[in-house]
């Protein structure tokens, strides 16, 4: 664990991890998900994080643990930031039904406006409802600093196969 205490600069918590996915790398920006066993012997608990996708969504809610500072191949181990500003965080920005239909113009996202994990795409999307009993509710688990300007769909091309449109931003996260 690194954490700062004192000092003139920024207040960060950033955790060890261990790449826990059966195949998949997983990206810099990308909120983490504890790995948790229900079996006592379990010597990764507190180590191994996977995707919210792999988790679901109740362990998703449950055990939230960071972003990915860094891309973290599978089994190897990497860093987590669980408090303070993250300045990489996946945002999902538009999605599509198929590669071959077109992405929808999206939306400005303002500052200020309450981000929760997105476990279908494994990224940040914005949450709505009161700030207050977003944070009571433990759904909001960061808070988008910088606005996102709107942007306009486009045309599937051969050369563009996801279904999914990220941006990264700047965003303070509680993840404690």
């Not at 004192?6 to 790995?35: F, H, Y």
């Not at 089994?75 to 965080?89: D, K, R, S, W, Y």
Request: aromatic residues 6%; proline residues 2%; charged residues 10%.
């Amino acid at each position: 664990m690194r954490a700062k205490y004192v000092g003139n600069k920024a207040d960060k918590i950033i955790m060890n991890v261990r790449n826990d996915e059966a195949s998949t790398t997983i990206l810099a920006g990308t909120p983490l998900v504890l790995n948790l066993s229900t079996t006592a012997s379990a010597s990764g608990d507190g180590l191994g994080v996977v995707l919210p996708a792999t988790a679901g969504d109740p362990l998703s809610f449950a055990c939230k643990y960071g972003v990915a500072t860094t891309d973290i191949a599978v089994n190897q181990f990497g860093e987590a930031i669980l408090f303070g500003i993250c300045t990489n965080a996946l945002v999902v920005r538009a999605t599509r039904a198929s590669s071959t239909a077109s992405f929808s113009t999206f939306t400005t996202y303002a500052s200020g406006v309450g981000m929760g994990i997105d476990t279908v795409n494994n990224a940040f999307s914005p949450v709505g409802g009161s700030i207050a009993g977003l944070i009571a509710s433990n759904i909001m688990v960061a808070v988008l600093l910088d606005s996102m300007s709107t942007g306009s769909g486009s045309a599937s091309t051969t050369s563009v196969t996801a279904n999914t449109k990220y941006d990264t931003a700047r965003v303070f996260l509680r993840m404690l």
